[in-house]
T-cell receptor, first 115, second 111 residues
Framework: KAGVTQTPRYLIKTRGQQVTLSCSPI?????VSWYQQTPGQGLQFLFE???????NKGNFPGRFSGRQFSNSRSEMNVSTLELGDSALYLC??????????????FGSGTRLTVV | DQQVKQNSPSLSVQEGRISILNCDYT??????FLWYKKYPAEGPTFLIS?????DKNEDGRFTVFLNKSAKHLSLHIVPSQPGDSAVYFC??????????FGTGTRLQVFP
């Protein structure tokens, strides 16, 4: 069974630009969550999509947005990039049944550097 | 406002000894706590979880203890092995299925 695939693995962008990251979940999984990892802050929850709808949202500014397609693949977009957006962006997939006991499966992440 | 705190950013343990990783939380509304392990350049991998109705869960060398009165969680690894060297994150799962992570503890197991 293929794992969670995130593309690209690395990205360098300039301040003010926008960026789109992609995540393909495990086949059959309907939930995709996005996290930002920065040194000292751990993994911070951005948002979760389930069946093309945003089901949960973290405390990030509106510059961070996402969407999910009918095949469960998800994209995350960051507009007007700031230096502080440099981070590892991780997505995680799960079947999506609320209240289930299993953990999420993470991809290897996209390392975004804003210069 | 960090709801899950891992106050030790790093821990160094000799191979064969016990590693104890700690986690404190503030919110009492959770279903599960989970531990994840992360190697550089890889995503976190699920290690072990514990339900809010239990105080201990064991899986091989890994045991997680939950002290609800102290709002404290710990992961014990016995015996520690060099391959356990990684960053460990504790997280709790809310009733809306959000995972709230701590800041992580870097464990180094030396020979």
């Amino acid at each position: 069974k293929a794992g969670v695939t995130q593309t690209p693995r690395y990205l360098i962008k300039t301040r003010g630009q926008q960026v789109t990251l992609s995540c393909s979940p495990i086949s059959g999984h309907r939930s995709v969550s996005w996290y930002q990892q920065t040194p000292g802050q751990g993994l911070q929850f951005l948002f979760e999509y389930f069946s093309e709808t945003q089901r949960n949202k973290g405390n990030f500014p509106g510059r961070f947005s996402g969407r999910q397609f009918s095949n469960s693949r998800s994209e995350m977009n960051v507009s007007t990039l700031e230096l502080g957006d440099s981070a590892l962006y991780l997505c995680a997939s799960s079947p999506g049944h609320q209240g289930a006991t299993y953990g999420y499966t993470f991809g290897s992440g996209t390392r975004l550097t804003v210069v | 406002d960090q709801q899950v705190k891992q106050n030790s950013p790093s821990l160094s343990v000799q191979e064969g000894r016990i590693s104890i990783l700690n986690c404190d939380y503030t919110n009492s509304m959770f279903d599960y706590f989970l531990w994840y392990k992360k190697y550089p350049a890889e995503g976190p991998t699920f290690l072990i979880s514990i339900s809010s109705i239990k105080d201990k869960n064991e899986d091989g060398r890994f045991t997680v203890f939950l002290n609800k009165s102290a709002k404290h969680l710990s992961l014990h690894i016995v015996p520690s092995q060099p391959g356990d060297s990684a960053v460990y994150f504790c997280a709790y799962k809310t009733n809306t299925d959000k995972l709230i992570f701590g800041t992580g503890t870097r464990l180094q197991v030396f020979p």
